[in-house]
């Protein structure tokens, strides 16, 4: 008797609830299908979830990302993982374009937790063998999971974007405060060197969400100022930003942010702050009652389609930043 085993790779994307839109973004950009999925609450809030087509020895990758109520979407998250685990897929990766708890990735004061670490662990745990996410509210989280972290950057993106729509001659890039100055030198290189400013500012630790802009350091007077940040929740910090950038004799002020997470006031702030643009991804859903005049909104689907690509393949993610992610 002879045996005949078909060892050929096989990719399955797999999507939560939180942002189906995006899923099929990326399904087309591979050429693929979402495989279907029954995925329920039960009366008292339990999650179930069911694939209807064979995962055994698949590829297999779950993308799902997590606004409100962002508790549901990460255990949604878990249980997806657990089910592949226990239909015997091969692998596991979890696309996580906005890494949840991402800004609880230490200790200020005693006795609080380490939030970005629980989530790695739980997803650990879980079963998968592989995250993938973009722009990470700090690099260190990418040590917090025990196996490969793919930290992809949507700056390339952002940053083409505004070199087309506003040139470089006359650009400043902006950090909202010192503590991303790193990230705006990345950014300055991406605009032929443009020039670099931050905001000095001071934040109270006991109250989440309020930021007290102070001072411009840099030179932006006349100037085209570019206000990166990963994300934007609320809105205070950034509009704070703004006004501080405007006292200080700016032109006109783009904002770039990856996340649109968007929390209300947000979409009320951004439009009335004097701000020409924000532009975001859509690593996160943003509906019709978030959105306002002046925001732009890119698709982050073709760089995950190719991050998946190159995972799947066991090629070089690091390639699709030219060699320095």
């Not at 996580?96 to 609880?104: C, D, G, I, N």
């Not at 996410?133 to 793919?150: A, E």
């Not at 290189?189 to 001072?215: E, M, W, Y």
């Not at 009320?268 to 732009?296: H, M, S, W, Y």
Request: proline content about 5%; glycine content about 8%; overall charge negative.
């Amino acid at each position: 008797m002879t045996w005949t085993v078909d060892n050929r790779k096989n990719l399955m994307l797999f999507s939560g609830r939180a942002h189906p839109a995006l899923a099929e973004a990326v399904a087309n950009e591979l050429g693929v299908q979402v495989t279907p999925q029954t995925a329920r609450n039960f009366a008292n809030g339990e999650i179930f979830v069911r694939f209807e087509e064979s995962v055994r020895g698949s590829d297999a990758f779950v993308l799902q990302s997590c606004p409100a109520p962002l508790n549901e979407w990460v255990m949604e998250a878990l249980i997806m993982i657990d089910a592949l685990k226990r239909g015997s897929a091969k692998r596991i990766s979890v696309i996580l374009p906005f890494y949840p708890y991402a800004r609880q990735d230490k200790k200020h004061r005693g006795r609080e937790p380490i939030s970005a670490r629980l989530i790695a662990d739980l997803m650990k745990t879980a079963g998968a063998d592989r995250i993938i996410t973009v722009d990470l509210h700090t690099d260190q989280i990418q040590g917090f999971f025990d196996g490969p972290v793919d930290h992809m950057h949507a700056q390339g993106q952002l940053a083409e974007y505004v070199r087309e729509q506003y040139g470089t001659d006359n650009i400043c890039v902006v950090s909202p405060d010192s503590g991303r100055v790193r990230v705006a030198e990345k950014w300055a290189d991406a605009l032929n060197g443009a020039p670099l400013a931050f905001i000095h500012k001071t934040r109270d630790p006991l109250v989440p969400n309020q930021v007290k802009s102070n001072r411009v350091v840099g030179e932006v007077d006349g100037r085209t100022c570019v206000l990166i940040d990963d994300m934007i929740d609320t809105g205070g910090t950034i509009a704070g930003a703004v006004k501080v950038l405007k006292d200080a004799g700016a032109g006109d002020v783009i904002i770039a942010t990856t996340h649109g997470v968007f929390s209300d006031p947000a979409a009320e702030r951004l439009a009335n702050c004097g701000a020409k643009e924000v532009i975001a991804t859509d690593t996160l859903p943003i509906p019709p009652e978030k959105q306002f005049a002046n925001l732009t909104v890119l698709s982050i689907a073709p760089l995950l389609a190719q991050t998946i690509r190159e995972v799947f393949e066991n090629g070089s993610v690091t390639s699709l930043f030219n060699g320095s992610a």
